[in-house]
């Protein structure tokens, strides 16, 4: 299982910016699909993630500026950045659940990381 992420750059303030995270393999494999981020110096948070059903959550400080989404048939998750502030700035990665079995825990699995960087 692969997970490839790409998209990020250099945005100045107010711009916007969509990620995307190409899995190797049927993205309904995963229980749930979702973005990171780590900014320097502080924890890997979570973004936003898509579960299986298609219901999507998203961290409170994203909300209403970011949507996660996905299409099937290209086995690929996006994440819409919009009205980028400075303070979103960090690498992004792509997680996957991988669902194992009805008795196991998923598996997770990371892409390689997306600088994403916001100038004021």
């Known amino acids: 299982v692969q997970l490839q992420a790409s998209g990020g750059g250099l945005v100045q303030a107010g711009g916007s910016l969509r990620l995307s995270c190409a899995s190797s393999v049927n993205i309904f494999s995963f229980t749930g699909m979702g973005w990171y981020r780590q900014a320097p110096g502080k924890q890997r948070e979570l973004v936003a993630r898509i579960a299986n059903s298609g219901r999507t959550d998203y961290a409170d400080f994203v909300k209403g500026r970011f949507t996660i989404s996905r299409d099937n048939a290209k086995n690929t998750v996006y994440l819409e950045m919009n009205s980028l502030k400075p303070e979103d700035t960090a690498v992004y990665y792509c997680?996957?659940?991988?669902?194992?079995?009805?008795?196991?825990?998923?598996?997770?699995?990371w892409g390689q990381g997306t600088l994403v960087t916001v100038s004021s």
């Open positions: 997680n996957g659940e991988l669902f194992i079995g009805p008795i196991e825990p998923d598996e997770d699995y």
